[in-house]
């Protein structure tokens, strides 16, 4: 059975350190990952996907993720966090063979920037 | 190009009544999906439309029914609605299923209160 899972509920840096959310996944066969974010009362938006190539993906508002196949994570990343980042983050796994009905959001995060 | 919309924003319905959430999209995309989004548990997929006239079972099908007589357009019908079903209702559209078409494209969400 195909699982996601982001240890934390809620992760808290201070505007300028780097940040990372963290996420794992358990597929059989070859994974698509995902990562979106939401705003209050909005829908969810794109930030990155591995499909295949390069283990280092990069997205929107310079945020990047590293797909480590060993370890079976998809941890986002962004250098230098900006107030702006607050938002609730979700990481989505799909196996490659899969139809679209297997599709898995896990939980979310709430990343928190503070001043 | 107004993206994916959805009506109503807010809806309260008690126990019993019977509704449609409406879905449109005018990016020409083949798959379409609903969600529902609970406290700490993500997005979980409802039903699924990979084109017009096909609709599928997604996740948690039971309660919702379905429509997509216009590939535009995707109705998520509730024939007697539950306060169980009382959830932030997404819908979402994408080109296709096949790696990089997949990026998922949200509508901003309605919101219903099942008394």
């Known amino acids: 059975a195909q699982s996601v899972a982001q240890p934390e509920d809620q992760v808290n840096v201070a505007e300028g350190n780097p940040l990372t959310v963290k996420c794992t996944y358990s597929?059989?066969?070859?994974?698509?990952l995902f990562w979106y974010v939401q705003y209050p009362n909005r829908g969810l938006q794109f930030l990155l996907k591995?499909?295949?190539?390069?283990?280092l993906v990069k997205g929107s508002y310079g945020f990047e993720a590293e797909f480590n196949k060993s370890q079976t994570s998809f941890h986002l990343k962004k250098p230098s966090a900006l107030v702006s980042d607050s938002a609730l983050y979700f990481c989505a796994v799909r196996a490659s063979w899969s139809s679209a009905s297997k599709i898995i959001f896990g939980s979310g995060t709430r990343l928190s920037i503070r001043p | 190009n107004a993206g994916v919309t959805q009506t109503p924003k807010f809806r309260v319905l008690k126990t019993g009544q019977s509704m449609t959430l409406l879905c449109a999209q005018d990016?020409?995309?083949?798959?379409m999906y609903w969600y529902r989004q609970d406290p700490g548990m993500g997005l979980r997929l409802i039903h699924y439309?990979?084109?017009?006239?096909?609709?599928a079972k997604g996740e948690v099908p039971d309660g919702y029914n379905v429509s997509r007589l216009k590939k535009q357009n995707f109705l998520l019908g509730l024939e007697s609605a539950a306060p169980s079903q009382t959830s932030v209702y997404f819908c979402?559209?994408?080109?296709?299923?096949?790696?990089?078409?997949?990026?998922?494209?949200f509508g901003p969400g309605t919101r219903l209160l099942v008394l």
């Open positions: 591995y499909i295949t190539g390069d283990n």
């Open positions: 979402a559209s994408s080109p296709g299923l096949a790696g990089l078409q997949e990026t998922q494209y």
């Open positions: 439309s990979v084109g017009e006239g096909t609709t």
């Open positions: 597929v059989s066969g070859n994974p698509y």
């Open positions: 990016m020409n995309h083949e798959y």
